[in-house]
């Protein structure tokens, strides 16, 4: 039965946590991820387990959510019997066993060393077990069949991660470096490429990059362990066909002194040491199963070993050469699909900025054609005013005295078109009246060849009329300013000679003036 479809922003943020988190560790597709998180009740660490075991159709979510709680204590105390294999790696109807995923508790729980003086108090109990533990042990070595037989005693006696030799509990990404350091420091810096990280990481990391993960466990007490070491694991051939990229191997190492390595060894049914396991993806079990295709344990030659893991790897070759091959398939047309969703994204993008431009260069040829119109209208306008006012002023200009007055001002204007008028003033004739009489020249013009006077005419609405112009006498050169008032007999003299100066053209003035 299908699961329903989940409308990814309906999920709550924890669930979206849990998702990404899930996700980013299984690289699994949301349509597969959705329905087992579901199960798991949203729990990312049961289903990445569950993931990783090829369990994940067989789901308990309170059984499960009850193992993931933490223990009631966080400091290891165990015995020799813990170190007991409860129960070997499952093996499917293909005769492969199982691979186990061992996950280490968070750096909150391990064990934190303890105070001095207790140390010091419980010394003597710490020596009688030490004592007794060693004696256990060596029985247990003398006796193989004992741990079986405890084991089918107790088989509900839970396995504890537990660090043999007082050794500082650290992370999985420390201890690995530890266990490299010690190792260089012992037998020299070549070696294969050990895995700098947990156990878990590098299972993750295989099945993901479907490559084969190579477990060595070494035990410093056992005998074997040094010429396995120097003759075998330091052989030439060893490292070349270990490192060699096209084999994709990841080498994980580690000594079962540290906690991670002995869990390891504990649930892999490890019983003689030197040991070595070869893991990969079995497709032909499950589509997430990991199995065991190749187990050596004890002293092994270099050939041996190459020859052995060779054959494994090439009993499973096609099989993953097949699933990478999907893969590709299916990363190919997923970066299809988003070339062509970015495709569509960028063409969406550059159409809506060609509509944007459009729109842009629409309002700014409106804008332009709008302020054209406004522009002529007030151009019209202040042409309009302008001669309502020369109309309107013409009509209040003083008759030019005769002959017979003998205080009158005698000026000479010379237009900007180069003609030249000439004209009496009376004594008390403002400044003003000479630029009025200037400005309505072309009025007195057509009055004086028409012969006929311009009728009545009021002044325009809301204008105030601003002179374009300003009278300068040339020769010594000085503007007589129509703001400064005063009259013409007392700014010009009783004669003059003046130049028209034009300032800016009358419209402009006119429309600014308009506008203000």
């Given at each position: 039965?299908s699961t329903?479809?989940?409308d990814?922003?309906?999920l709550s943020?924890t669930?979206q946590?849990a998702?990404?988190?899930?996700?980013?560790?299984?690289?699994?597709e949301?349509?597969?991820?959705?329905?087992?998180?579901?199960?798991?009740?949203?729990?990312?660490?049961?289903?990445?387990?569950?993931?990783f075991?090829?369990?994940?159709d067989?789901?308990d979510?309170?059984a499960?959510?009850?193992r993931?709680?933490p223990?009631?204590?966080?400091?290891?105390?165990e015995?020799?019997?813990?170190?007991?294999?409860?129960?070997g790696?499952r093996?499917?109807r293909f005769g492969?066993?199982?691979a186990?995923?061992?996950t280490?508790p968070?750096e909150?729980?391990?064990?934190?060393?303890a105070p001095?003086f207790?140390?010091?108090?419980f010394?003597p109990?710490?020596l009688?077990?030490t004592i007794f533990?060693?004696?256990?042990s060596?029985?247990g070595w003398?006796?193989?069949?004992?741990p079986?037989?405890?084991?089918?005693i107790?088989?509900?006696?839970?396995?504890r991660?537990?660090?043999t030799?007082?050794?500082?509990?650290?992370?999985p990404?420390?201890?690995?470096?530890r266990?490299?350091r010690?190792?260089?420091?012992?037998?020299?810096?070549?070696?294969?490429?050990?895995?700098e990280g947990?156990?878990?990481?590098?299972?993750?990391?295989a099945?993901?990059?479907?490559?084969y993960?190579?477990?060595?466990?070494?035990?410093?007490?056992h005998?074997d362990t040094?010429?396995?070491?120097?003759?075998?694991?330091?052989?030439?051939d060893v490292?070349?066909f270990?490192?060699?990229?096209?084999?994709n191997?990841i080498?994980?190492?580690g000594?079962?002194?540290?906690?991670e390595?002995?869990?390891v060894s504990?649930?892999?049914?490890?019983?003689k040491y030197p040991f070595?396991?070869?893991i990969?993806h079995?497709?032909s079990?499950?589509?997430?199963?990991m199995?065991?295709?190749?187990?050596?344990a004890?002293?092994?030659?270099?050939d041996?070993?190459?020859?052995?893991l060779?054959?494994?790897?090439?009993?499973?070759?096609?099989?993953l050469?097949?699933?990478?091959a999907?893969r590709a398939e299916?990363?190919?047309s997923?970066s299809l699909r988003?070339?062509q969703?970015?495709?569509?994204e960028?063409s969406?993008?550059?159409?809506?900025?060609?509509a944007n431009?459009?729109?842009r260069?629409?309002a700014?040829?409106?804008?332009?054609?709008r302020?054209?119109?406004?522009k002529e209208?007030?151009?019209?306008r202040a042409?309009r005013n302008l001669?309502?006012?020369?109309r309107?002023?013409?009509q209040s200009?003083p008759?030019e005295?005769g002959?017979?007055?003998k205080d009158?001002?005698?000026?000479?204007v010379?237009?900007?078109d180069?003609?030249?008028?000439?004209?009496?003033f009376?004594?008390?004739a403002?400044?003003?009246?000479?630029?009025?009489?200037?400005e309505?020249q072309?009025?007195l013009?057509?009055?004086?060849?028409?012969g006929?006077?311009e009728?009545?005419?009021?002044?325009?609405?809301k204008?105030?009329?601003?002179?374009?112009?300003?009278?300068?006498?040339?020769?010594?050169?000085?503007v007589y300013e129509?703001a400064?008032g005063?009259?013409?007999?007392?700014?010009?003299?009783?004669?003059?000679?003046?130049?028209v100066?034009?300032?800016?053209?009358?419209y402009?003035?006119e429309?600014e003036d308009?506008?203000e």
């Amino acid at each position: 039965m299908s699961t329903p479809a989940v409308d990814l922003a309906a999920l709550s943020e924890t669930q979206q946590l849990a998702l990404q988190q899930y996700t980013s560790v299984t690289d699994q597709e949301l349509d597969a991820a959705l329905p087992l998180l579901q199960k798991c009740q949203w729990n990312a660490q049961i289903a990445i387990t569950r993931f990783f075991d090829g369990d994940a159709d067989t789901i308990d979510p309170a059984a499960e959510a009850a193992r993931s709680l933490p223990p009631p204590t966080s400091r290891r105390q165990e015995t020799l019997l813990d170190s007991f294999p409860l129960h070997g790696t499952r093996s499917n109807r293909f005769g492969l066993e199982e691979a186990p995923r061992i996950t280490t508790p968070p750096e909150s729980q391990l064990t934190r060393s303890a105070p001095l003086f207790l140390s010091i108090l419980f010394l003597p109990f710490n020596l009688v077990s030490t004592i007794f533990s060693r004696l256990l042990s060596t029985v247990g070595w003398a006796f193989p069949f004992l741990p079986r037989l405890l084991d089918r005693i107790y088989p509900s006696q839970p396995a504890r991660r537990r660090d043999t030799s007082g050794r500082q509990l650290l992370g999985p990404r420390e201890t690995a470096a530890r266990f490299i350091r010690e190792f260089e420091e012992e037998y020299g810096v070549t070696h294969p490429p050990f895995f700098e990280g947990g156990y878990a990481q590098a299972f993750d990391l295989a099945k993901r990059d479907l490559k084969y993960l190579l477990i060595v466990l070494l035990s410093p007490e056992h005998d074997d362990t040094a010429p396995f070491v120097h003759s075998t694991l330091l052989s030439p051939d060893v490292i070349s066909f270990v490192s060699d990229p096209q084999k994709n191997i990841i080498c994980w190492a580690g000594s079962v002194q540290d906690a991670e390595a002995y869990s390891v060894s504990n649930a892999l049914n490890v019983t003689k040491y030197p040991f070595a396991a070869l893991i990969c993806h079995t497709p032909s079990v499950s589509s997430t199963s990991m199995s065991i295709v190749a187990r050596l344990a004890g002293p092994t030659p270099a050939d041996a070993l190459i020859q052995k893991l060779q054959r494994a790897m090439g009993r499973h070759s096609e099989e993953l050469s097949r699933v990478r091959a999907q893969r590709a398939e299916q990363q190919a047309s997923r970066s299809l699909r988003e070339e062509q969703n970015s495709a569509y994204e960028r063409s969406l993008a550059q159409d809506r900025e060609r509509a944007n431009k459009r729109k842009r260069e629409e309002a700014a040829r409106e804008k332009a054609e709008r302020e054209g119109r406004e522009k002529e209208e007030a151009k019209a306008r202040a042409a309009r005013n302008l001669a309502q006012w020369k109309r309107w002023r013409v009509q209040s200009l003083p008759a030019e005295p005769g002959p017979d007055i003998k205080d009158a001002v005698r000026i000479s204007v010379r237009l900007p078109d180069g003609e030249r008028i000439i004209r009496r003033f009376g004594s008390d004739a403002g400044i003003e009246e000479l630029y009025a009489f200037v400005e309505c020249q072309d009025i007195l013009q057509a009055e004086s060849e028409s012969g006929i006077s311009e009728k009545e005419a009021r002044p325009p609405e809301k204008y105030e009329h601003v002179y374009a112009f300003q009278l300068v006498s040339p020769m010594p050169r000085e503007v007589y300013e129509v703001a400064k008032g005063g009259t013409i007999r007392e700014r010009v003299g009783r004669s003059g000679n003046l130049i028209v100066e034009k300032l800016v053209e009358e419209y402009d003035v006119e429309v600014e003036d308009g506008d203000e």
